[in-house]
């Protein structure tokens, strides 16, 4: 569990790697999805990265081996149970609080910021700059 969200939901952290390489030695890949509540397809495209990073595959072993993948599939599980569209509880779009997100009112970007800042510490993480609007 990544975090506890503002209606006392869990919002989870998965992290897919091989054991067969010390973790030291991988690049880091964060990924989250729903952060939006509305963008149900964003559920599926997680759904399959995780089945083919967990497959048999040789490039997913591969993958596994080169990356330490922190996914979150869900960042708004409040907006998601109640029916929302692009809010949380508090009627707020995450993607517009990642600037100075506050821990009591956006807790699950707050954690997520923080596990982000704590992976880099030891894993190597590039990638886009999540967009601000």
């Keep these: 569990v990544l975090c506890k969200t503002m209606a006392g939901n869990n919002c989870y952290v998965l992290t897919v790697t091989s054991s067969k390489v010390p973790e030291s030695e991988k690049l880091g890949v ?12 964003a559920s599926w495209m997680l759904k399959g990265m995780l089945d083919f990073l ?5 490039i997913a ?11 979150v599939p869900m960042l708004n599980p409040d907006g998601v149970i109640v029916g929302n ?8 779009d995450l993607n ?38």
Aim: hydrophobic share 30%; no cysteine.
């Design 30 to 41: 964060v990924i989250s999805a729903r952060v939006h509540p509305g963008e149900t397809n």
């Design 54 to 58: 967990t497959s048999g595959h040789y």
């Design 61 to 71: 072993e591969k993958l596994r081996r080169k990356f330490v993948f922190k996914l």
């Design 85 to 92: 569209y692009r809010t949380n509880l508090a009627a707020r």
């Design 96 to 133: 517009r609080t990642y600037k100075d997100p506050k821990k009591e009112s956006f807790p699950t970007v707050w954690h997520m910021k923080n596990m982000l800042e704590a992976f880099k510490k030891d894993h190597q993480v590039r990638g886009l700059k999540h967009a601000q609007r």
